[in-house]
Each structure stands twice: as C-alpha cells, then as structure tokens.
C-alpha cells in the first residue's frame, strides 16, 4: 500500500519561507512525476509545481521565482522550497505522484491528505 505524507506546514508572516516534504512509502518500484497542488477556501485546486523523474520541472505563473521543487529520489521525497511568501499563498498544499507499484510498472496516480500553509501577520 502506498502512501503519500506531507509534513512541513504552519503559520508563518508575509515575506517568510517554508519549506514543505512529501514522502512516499509502500511498495514502489518507480515513480515519475511529482507535484504539489493548492487549493485555498473556495478556490479550484491549482497545479503550483511539476517535476519529472529527469529533474525538469514546471511552475504556475504565480509562484515563479519563489518556490523551488526538488526531489530525493533515493528517499522517495518531494520538497517545495517556499520563500517570499504572501497571504495569497495561503491554502491546503497537496501532493501528488505517478507511482509503479507493482511489478509490471504499470502507473497510478497518488496523492496526500495534504498540510495548511497560513500566510498572516
């Protein structure tokens, strides 16, 4: 069973930083993409960040230039870098990844439960 943790959230003041983790556990033989959503009370769930297995990654146009995603590929972690942060950035951050865990490598899409980022002074 895989399962996927964020863990790194909180209340922090405009113009600080967080720096958020998920990890991924279970029986997993790859994993492909990797991403980290948000969605903000009444707002659609946003894409903010992508990364491939090769280290290519995407951003939405909002966090450009201050979030940063990376990964461990030997812990199976996805991190998001936050720095100059805004009370628009306050959401629910959710992670997702394309997972093989099963031996024909076929890939499922998997995701967190997620952990509050609140942006306030």
């Known amino acids: 069973q895989v399962q996927l943790v964020e863990s790194g959230g909180g209340l922090v003041q405009p113009g600080g930083s967080l720096r958020l983790s998920c990890a991924a556990s279970?029986?997993?033989?790859?994993?492909?993409?990797m991403r980290w959503y948000r969605q903000a009370p009444g707002k659609q769930r946003e894409l903010v960040a992508r990364?491939?297995?090769?280290?290519?990654?995407d951003y939405a146009d909002s966090v450009k230039g201050r979030f940063t995603i990376s990964r461990d590929n030997a812990k199976n972690t996805v991190y998001l870098q936050m720095n100059s942060l805004k009370p628009e950035d306050t959401a629910v951050y959710v992670c997702?990844?394309?997972?093989?865990?099963?031996?024909?490598?076929?890939?499922?899409?998997?995701w967190g439960q997620g952990t509050q980022v609140t942006v306030s002074s």
């Open positions: 990364i491939d297995s090769t280290g290519s990654t």
């Open positions: 997702g990844a394309d997972i093989a865990a099963t031996m024909d490598f076929r890939l499922y899409d998997y």
């Open positions: 279970g029986t997993i033989f790859s994993i492909t993409d």
